[in-house]
């Protein structure tokens, strides 16, 4: 149980683009979900929280217009990268909880690399 | 910013050797948790620690947390070729919902 799917699994787009990026919780509810950004050889930077039904808080440094987010239900929420630039080329990983607060385990997506020319 | 530190950044062994991690954090805590990432992929929960455990086990991992130092280690024993990747921490601070991810300890166990 508790798995967490994104899609796509890759995905290339020219300089100027957008781009959306799904997570889904396939066998539960996810209450709050994060979306996280990594590159190469770092550690996972967490750029948002979404809870359903509300608007994304945003991490400090993370342009809001550029990253928006929507958590339309209980199971899906999507990550679109506007006006895309070869700077947002990363691996994004989302992770879904169904409880709000640090005690709840966070189960991870398998990650989107997206990669901008 | 990331508030935790792991120690080595990179660690390689052989297989049948254990291995151990370090990570350190700065502020009061909820709970610890440890996270493997092959590469390129998505994480993989390994274990959780609440603030008010000092050892927890799960098969051949061991974690240790040492609220007073703000520390915690997993050790891995009987390490095989499978466990090579990436292991993070990942901090839950109090009265807070999201995790603060560590930089990361890459291992590698060569057969």
């Known amino acids: 149980g508790a798995v967490v799917s994104q899609h796509p699994s890759w995905v290339i787009c020219k300089s100027g683009t957008s781009v959306k990026i799904e997570c889904r919780s396939l066998d539960f509810q996810a209450t709050t979900m994060f979306w996280y950004r990594q590159f190469p050889k770092q550690s996972l930077m967490l750029m948002a929280t979404s809870n359903e039904g509300s608007k994304a808080t945003y991490e400090q440094g993370v342009e809001k217009d550029k990253f928006l987010i929507n958590h339309a239900s209980l199971t899906l929420s999507t990550l679109t990268v506007t006006s895309a630039h070869p700077e947002d080329s990363s691996f994004y990983i989302c992770?879904?909880?169904w409880g709000q607060g640090a005690s709840y385990e966070q189960y991870f997506g398998p990650g989107t690399r997206l990669t901008v020319t | 910013s990331q508030q935790g530190e792991e120690d080595p950044q990179a660690l390689s062994i052989q297989e049948g050797e254990n291995a151990t991690m370090n990570c350190s954090y700065k502020?009061?805590?909820?709970?610890l948790q440890w996270y493997r990432q092959n590469s390129g992929r998505g994480l993989v929960h390994l274990i959780l620690i609440r603030s008010n455990e000092r050892e927890k086990h799960s098969g051949r991992l061991r974690v240790t947390l040492d609220t007073s130092k703000k520390s915690s280690s997993l050790l891995i024993t009987a390490s095989r070729a499978a466990d090579t990747a990436s292991y993070f921490c990942?901090?839950?601070?109090?009265?807070?919902?999201?995790?603060?991810f560590g930089q990361g300890t890459e291992l590698s166990v060569k057969p």
């Open positions: 502020t009061s805590i909820n709970n």
């Open positions: 990942a901090t839950g601070p109090m009265n807070r919902g999201k995790l603060i």
């Open positions: 992770s879904a909880s």
